[in-house]
């Protein structure tokens, strides 16, 4: 299941704004989506998109009639993910990691058959993938999202130790924007 937004100017990546404007920030927000759309896809796993701020119709007209499009409903970011997991097994992921490809998703969802948790952790202390064998609501609850301890603050809440897959970075902050001069 991936996660992303409609890349309306001045909702999306509003953290790049002031190294990129408005629009700037929404348009790399659309690229990095379209990646993480094809990186899923390539995967050969059952993928949907799950979407907020724009009607379904508009996501389909952009990224393929093809996919399942599901709306991600009100609540923060704990609140949308647990509706997502509430039907594991799921490999969840965001549209911001550059450096994702099919591999990692394929990786993931193999491990969660030997494993009730796979999780890839992010280089800014989140994490970029978490795949859950059965429901685990309590992951998301009292999470604060956008820090440097949400990944440790999840394997925390964990009873057993989660298969940990490699670090990858996110695309959030203006300092990020050096390590992918491309996009």
């Given at each position: ?20 404007g ?8 659309r ?6 759309v ?5 995967s050969?796993?059952?993928v949907?998109?799950?979407v907020?701020?724009a ?7 952009w ?8 709306e ?5 970011l704990g ?21 994702l ?7 993931a ?11 890839g ?13 059965a429901p685990?609501?309590p ?7 956008g ?25 959030d ?11």
């Amino acid at each position: 299941m991936l996660f992303t937004r409609w890349p309306e100017p001045g909702r999306a990546k509003t953290r790049l704004i002031p190294a990129l404007g408005a629009d700037g920030a929404a348009a790399l927000h659309r690229r990095l989506t379209e990646r993480a759309v094809a990186a899923c896809c390539a995967s050969g796993l059952k993928v949907e998109v799950w979407v907020t701020g724009a009607p379904l119709a508009d996501f389909a007209a952009w990224l393929g009639e093809h996919l399942l499009l599901v709306e991600q409903g009100d609540g923060d970011l704990g609140a949308r993910l647990a509706r997502a997991a509430a039907t594991a097994p799921v490999v969840l992921v965001g549209a911001d990691i550059p450096d994702l490809t099919a591999g990692h998703l394929r990786r993931a969802a193999a491990a969660l058959a030997d494993a009730p948790v796979v999780i890839g952790p992010a280089e800014d202390g989140g994490y970029w993938l978490l795949g859950l064998a059965a429901p685990m609501p309590p992951l998301f609850e009292g999470v604060a999202w956008g820090t440097s301890t949400v990944f440790a603050d999840t394997v925390a809440k964990l009873a057993v130790p989660p298969v940990t897959l490699e670090t990858l970075a996110d695309l959030d902050r203006p300092d990020d924007l050096a390590k992918w001069p491309a996009l």
